[in-house]
Structure formats: structure tokens, C-alpha cells
């Protein structure tokens, strides 16, 4: 994040003042906002901080709420799967097309494959709550 706020900064500066932008920031903050985002999906998920809806919870019995977490848990699991499946199969588009970004040149295929990494990794985080979820069963 201090990175892309760092590029953001020179270029804006170079633009403004000395009327010459930095060569390839846009590129550059567009190759590191997946980094950003996939690599905080573990720790959301981990720590359950993503959006919930919990209008109905203190009407259901516990039992309910305990299927209920056990579906959601499962549902976001096969999710996650998917699209880690998917990026490694766009990364693999990418790389045989030989694939690269516009200004700088930079291969898009590894992008996609460190996106399913880190995908693959809160896939990961995911089974283990599952997992505990499972374990924990009255």
C-alpha cells in the first residue's frame, strides 16, 4: 500500500511541477492493487472480518446457526476453490499468449498465478475453519 500511495505521490508531483510524470506508474500500481487485495483475502477470512448479514441470528436456535455457518463455510470454500482455479487457468492463457502490459512491457501471466496463490492460500485458511467448525459440533 506504501508503495502504490509512493508512486502515486512522485507521479502526481512530477506531473504538476515538473511537468513530467513517472514512466509506467499507472502500470505499475495496476500490476501491485491484486497483491493489495488477494494478499488481505486470508486475514479476512481468517478473522471473519468480510461483510455478514446477522438479521436473523437471535431467532435461530443454536443448532440452526450452527448449519447455517456450516453451508456459508462450506459455500465459501467451493467459492474460493473456483476462482483460485480459474486465475491459475488466466494466468495459463496469459503466459502461452505471451501476454504483457502495454508500456513497460511486463508479463501479465504471473500476475494471475500469484492472484491464485494467495488465492490458493485463503482457500487454505478456509478449510481449516471449516475444519474447526466441524471438530466443534455439540
Given at each position: 500500500?506504501f508503495v502504490m500511495?509512493?508512486?502515486?505521490?512522485?507521479?502526481?508531483?512530477?506531473?504538476?511541477?515538473?511537468?513530467?510524470?513517472?514512466?509506467?506508474?499507472?502500470?505499475?500500481?495496476?500490476?501491485?492493487?491484486?497483491?493489495?487485495?488477494?494478499?488481505?483475502?486470508?486475514?479476512?477470512?481468517?478473522?471473519?472480518?468480510?461483510?455478514?448479514?446477522?438479521?436473523?441470528?437471535?431467532?435461530?436456535?443454536?443448532?440452526?446457526?450452527?448449519?447455517?455457518?456450516?453451508?456459508?463455510?462450506?459455500?465459501?470454500?467451493?467459492?474460493?476453490g473456483f476462482i483460485?482455479?480459474?486465475?491459475?487457468?488466466?494466468?495459463?492463457?496469459?503466459?502461452?499468449?505471451?501476454?504483457?502490459?502495454?508500456?513497460?512491457?511486463?508479463?501479465?501471466?504471473?500476475?494471475?498465478?500469484?492472484?491464485?496463490?494467495?488465492?490458493?492460500?485463503?482457500?487454505?485458511?478456509?478449510?481449516?475453519?471449516?475444519?474447526?467448525?466441524?471438530?466443534?459440533h455439540d
Amino acid at each position: 500500500m506504501f508503495v502504490m500511495m509512493a508512486l502515486t505521490f512522485i507521479d502526481v508531483l512530477g506531473r504538476y511541477i515538473f511537468a513530467a510524470p513517472l514512466p509506467g506508474a499507472f502500470e505499475m500500481i495496476q500490476f501491485l492493487m491484486p497483491f493489495l487485495i488477494f494478499s488481505v483475502l486470508p486475514i479476512l477470512t481468517k478473522e471473519d472480518s468480510h461483510i455478514m448479514v446477522t438479521v436473523l441470528d437471535s431467532i435461530l436456535s443454536p443448532r440452526v446457526r450452527w448449519m447455517q455457518a456450516l453451508v456459508v463455510q462450506t459455500a465459501s470454500g467451493l467459492a474460493i476453490g473456483f476462482i483460485c482455479w480459474c486465475l491459475w487457468g488466466q494466468g495459463q492463457k496469459l503466459n502461452d499468449g505471451l501476454y504483457v502490459s502495454g508500456y513497460l512491457g511486463w508479463p501479465i501471466g504471473p500476475i494471475a498465478y500469484a492472484m491464485a496463490a494467495l488465492c490458493f492460500i485463503t482457500l487454505l485458511v478456509q478449510i481449516v475453519k471449516l475444519w474447526h467448525h466441524l471438530t466443534s459440533h455439540d
